[in-house]
């Protein structure tokens, strides 16, 4: 394609272009330019070479390929400038911050009074029995910063060691879970099924591979969710969409989510609002929590 666009940057700018001194030199264009032959114009009493076998020809070469640059420009709209922060675990300047230390201001349990989990400088810890807690705030479509660390001090197996969840669109009104939740899990070391494992989309699923690192130590989840949308009349017009790195490992890529989570019987979809709030689980395991951050998307 170079030589092409050179051919024709030297066609349209400058006026004193006369054609080629040599026919091997049309003919290398003509080929280019899918057309056959050459043809030549006099000049003083020069003889110059033109790609394809008639002008006319060669004018119609020409319009069957953008010869601009510019054409395939788009300028509008120019992407606001944000800072991104040092690294990936900041907080870029757009986003809106979860937790970052010392309260849970952002966060209620589900029956909307003040979330009882247990914060300590920079993270805060499930308090067993206390129940989910959802953000005040209500998202769609976004990305999701989170990170966990599961109990060093290992009690139980499966399901039962590091078993917490992220949820997004989680109903406040719905009596049992109604998001859609990627789960949060010490699958160190600890065979459980693999749709229910770390970073699965629980009981959809399962992760690409298991980035998982020990219990006790600190990991993330970095979320890009696509809301589904619903007709007026509550049915299903496109399903959410879901990408997850987990501790920088792409682990779900782009999976279709098949409905809100269940534990038993299959998923399906029941309509919601466009925005709902974001939950994370009380699954009685002490899973602790730092610098949350989400943008709208
Ligand atoms: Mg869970």
């Given at each position: 394609m170079i030589p092409l666009l050179l051919f024709f940057l030297t066609i349209n700018f400058q006026s004193d272009f006369k054609g080629f001194s040599s026919k091997d030199e049309a003919l290398y264009y003509s080929e280019l330019l899918k057309c056959e032959g050459y043809f030549t114009k006099n000049d003083n009493d020069k003889i110059f070479y033109f790609p394809c076998s008639s002008e006319s020809e060669l004018q119609n070469a020409y319009q069957e390929i953008e010869v601009e640059p510019t054409v395939?420009?788009?300028?509008?709209?120019?992407?606001?400038?944000?800072?991104?922060?040092?690294?990936?675990?900041?907080?870029?300047?757009d986003a809106i911050?979860?937790?970052?230390?010392?309260?849970?201001?952002?966060?209620?349990?589900?029956?909307?009074?003040?979330?009882?989990?247990?914060?300590?400088?920079?993270?805060?810890t499930v308090n067993p029995g206390t129940g989910d807690i959802l953000t005040k705030k209500s998202f769609g479509s976004c990305q999701?910063?989170?990170?966990?660390?599961?109990?060093?001090?290992?009690?139980?197996?499966?399901?039962?060691?590091?078993?917490?969840?992220?949820?997004?669109?989680?109903?406040?009104?719905s009596p049992g879970d109604s998001g859609y939740e990627i789960q949060v899990l010490d699958s160190y070391e600890n065979r459980t099924y693999s749709n229910g494992q770390a970073a699965s989309v629980y009981k959809q699923h399962i992760p690409l591979v298991n980035a998982s690192k020990k219990p006790g130590e600190w990991q993330s989840y970095d979320i890009i969710f696509k809301a589904p949308i619903f007709s007026e009349r509550g049915s299903l017009e496109s399903p959410a969409y879901v990408t997850v790195f987990h501790n920088g490992v792409l682990v779900q890529n782009n999976v279709q989510i098949q409905g809100y989570v269940k534990f038993i019987g299959y998923p399906e979809y029941k309509a919601h609002p466009p925005k709902l709030p974001l939950k994370l689980q009380d699954h009685s395991n002490k899973v602790s929590y730092r610098n949350i951050w989400v943008r709208e998307l």
């Open positions: 395939t420009e788009i300028w509008d709209p120019e992407p606001d400038v944000i800072n991104p922060g040092n690294s990936f675990r900041d907080a870029p300047s911050i979860l937790f970052s230390k010392d309260n849970l201001n952002e966060w209620v349990h589900k029956n909307g009074k003040e979330a009882k989990w247990i914060v300590k400088d920079d993270y805060f999701l910063h989170v990170e966990f660390k599961t109990p060093e001090n290992i009690k139980s197996k499966g399901q039962g060691r590091g078993n917490s969840g992220v949820y997004f669109m989680e109903d406040p009104n």
